[in-house]
C-alpha cells in the first residue's frame, strides 16, 4: 500500500470510528435519559441502570462493554458537561445520564407485548381525537400525556392542538413542535392557566409581536423556554420584565439578538426569577460582574459560560436540564 492509500485508510478508518461513537453516545441518551424502563431495565435509585443488564439490550448488539464505559467516561455535551457517569455498587456497574432523565413508562404489561389497559385507552382516544370533546376535561396529566403521545407519533398539527388545549392545562411541552402563529393564540386563548411553557427549537414563529401577547395573556407563567427561538430580541426581553410578574425559571440560551443590557434589566426587573440560562450570550466582563452581583443579592442561578462563582452556577451547567418545564 502507497502513503496515499495509507493515509486514506487511516482517515476513513477515523471516520467509522467516529460515527460509531456517535451512534453510541446517541443509544445510550436514549436509554439512560427516556427509553430505560420502556426497553424493560430495572431502574436503580437516582435513574442509574445495572451495565451488564443494559448490554443485553438488542441495540446494544453493536458495541462491547469496554466501548460503553469509556463512552460514559468521556462524552461531553456542548457546554463541556459530562453526559453520563458511572458507580460500582455491590460488584455491579451502574451508569446514569447526568441530564435529562425523563423516563417513559412501559406501555406493556411486564413480560409481554400486550399493552395495559390506560395505553390502550389513550391511544384509541388519540386515533380518534375528533369524536371527542375535551374543553372540560379535569384531568391535567391525560391530557398532556396524550399531547406527548401524539408528539413522539409525529402528529401533533393544529387539528390535535385545537381539541386538547384546554383550561385545565397547566404544563406545555412544544420544544420542537412544528407550529405556526395560531398555534400560539390557540394556547393563549385555550389555555389561561398555563404556568409552564416550552418552545425550545420554535424560533421559526416565535417573534417578539407573539411574544408581547402572549406574555400579557398568561399572567400565570413561571417556566419559559425560548431556547434556540433566534427572531426574538429586546421587545421580548422588555415584554417579559413589565409582564412576566410570576416567572421563577427563564431559558434564553443560543439566541444572539437579546442585548447585555436586556439581559441585566430583565434580571433587575423579576423579582420571582429564580433561574436563568444565558449560556451562549455575549457578555463583557463588567456585564458579568453586574450579574454576578445582583445574582448573589437574589440568590438566584445563572448559567452563563465563562461565570465560575460557585456561589451562584452550577457545577454542571446542564444539571437544571431534567427539570425544566416541570413543576418548580
Not at 245 to 253: I, K, P
Amino acid at each position: 500500500m502507497d502513503k496515499k492509500s495509507h493515509v486514506s485508510s487511516e482517515k476513513g478508518t477515523s471516520k467509522t470510528q467516529i460515527e460509531k461513537d456517535e451512534r453510541l453516545s446517541k443509544r445510550l441518551c436514549y436509554v439512560l435519559r427516556y427509553g430505560a424502563v420502556k426497553e424493560g431495565l430495572t431502574l436503580h435509585e437516582g435513574g442509574f441502570v445495572d451495565l451488564d443488564q443494559l448490554m443485553s439490550l438488542n441495540l446494544m448488539r453493536h458495541n462491547t462493554r469496554e466501548e460503553v464505559i469509556n463512552e460514559v467516561d468521556i462524552s461531553l455535551s456542548h457546554r463541556r458537561a459530562k453526559r453520563f457517569e458511572r458507580k460500582e455498587e455491590n460488584g455491579k456497574t451502574l451508569i446514569r445520564a447526568c441530564f435529562c432523565r425523563n423516563f417513559e413508562e412501559n406501555p406493556f404489561h411486564e413480560g409481554s407485548s400486550v399493552p395495559k389497559l390506560l395505553e390502550a385507552c389513550v391511544q384509541f382516544i388519540c386515533s380518534n381525537l375528533h369524536e371527542y370533546d375535551l374543553e372540560n376535561f379535569p384531568d391535567e396529566h391525560l391530557i398532556s400525556k396524550m399531547i406527548q403521545k401524539m408528539k413522539k407519533q409525529s402528529r401533533l398539527n393544529n387539528a390535535a392542538l385545537r381539541q386538547l388545549l384546554v383550561p385545565a392545562l397547566e404544563h406545555l411541552d412544544l420544544s420542537g413542535v412544528y407550529i405556526t402563529d395560531s398555534t400560539l393564540k390557540m394556547v393563549w386563548r385555550s389555555c389561561p392557566n398555563l404556568r409552564v411553557l416550552s418552545l425550545k427549537d420554535c424560533g421559526y414563529i416565535v417573534t417578539d409581536s407573539l411574544m408581547e401577547q402572549l406574555v400579557k395573556k398568561l399572567p400565570h407563567l413561571e417556566s419559559l423556554s425560548l431556547c434556540a427561538c433566534k427572531h426574538v430580541t429586546d421587545r421580548t426581553a422588555c415584554a417579559l420584565s413589565k409582564h412576566a410578574g410570576n416567572l421563577r425559571e427563564l431559558n434564553l440560551s443560543w439566541i444572539s439578538t437579546i442585548s447585555e443590557s436586556s439581559i441585566i434589566d430583565l434580571i433587575t426587573k423579576c423579582p420571582q426569577l429564580q433561574f436563568l440560562d444565558i449560556y451562549d450570550h455575549t457578555i463583557s466582563p463588567d456585564g458579568k460582574t453586574l450579574i454576578a452581583d445582583i445574582a448573589r443579592q437574589r440568590k438566584m442561578k445563572v448559567v452563563l459560560k465563562g461565570l465560575t462563582d460557585k456561589e451562584i452556577t452550577l457545577e454542571n451547567p446542564c444539571s437544571l436540564l431534567p427539570n425544566f418545564g416541570k413543576v418548580w
